[in-house]
């Protein structure tokens, strides 16, 4: 069996990495220019510049890719990556919720919420877990691994 695999990126926010990044240049750099044409640069704001680096780094590093070949479903929910072989899964389903609910409910209950939308993809493993997947293409990837639940049980 020739081994499909399909790739399902979220949607990077630059939108909110831009903002911090204006904050930042607004509050930090631009009110001192004067002074950093008379003096060296301070310490603390090459420090501090490092550090907004290092967190827009890592912004980029944690993006949500769902990876659905014959055998495995592969996501990372966060830095750690999740691999689920298609024969472990007994359910697939979407529900739709409200959009303060998914937030609110987010860590307490293992929601992994990396698209600002109300589809949330449920994958129920046959040991009992559940995998709580917001995204937006939720309908297409509930059918990608359908397809290959079928496969699975002939």
């Keep these: 069996m020739k081994n499909n695999q399909i790739i399902f990126h979220s949607k990077m926010h630059w939108w909110i990495l831009l903002s911090f990044w204006g904050f930042y240049v607004g509050m930090m750099i631009l009110p001192n220019i004067h002074q950093f044409i008379n003096n060296p640069i301070p310490k603390g704001l090459i420090f501090i510049t490092i550090i907004w680096i290092v967190f827009s780094v890592l912004i980029y590093a944690t993006r949500f890719v769902l990876t ?87």
């Design 68 to 154: 659905i070949d014959d055998e495995l479903i592969k996501f990372k929910m966060y830095l750690d990556p999740v691999k689920i072989n298609i024969t472990q899964i007994k359910d697939v389903s979407i529900e739709k919720m409200s959009f303060f609910k998914i937030y609110a409910k987010m860590y307490a209950k293992g929601y992994e919420c990396r698209d600002f939308t109300r589809n949330l993809l449920k994958i129920q493993l046959k040991n009992g877990k559940i995998y709580h997947i917001a995204i937006k293409s939720a309908q297409k990837i509930k059918e990608e691994i359908e397809k290959r639940m079928l496969i699975h049980k002939f």
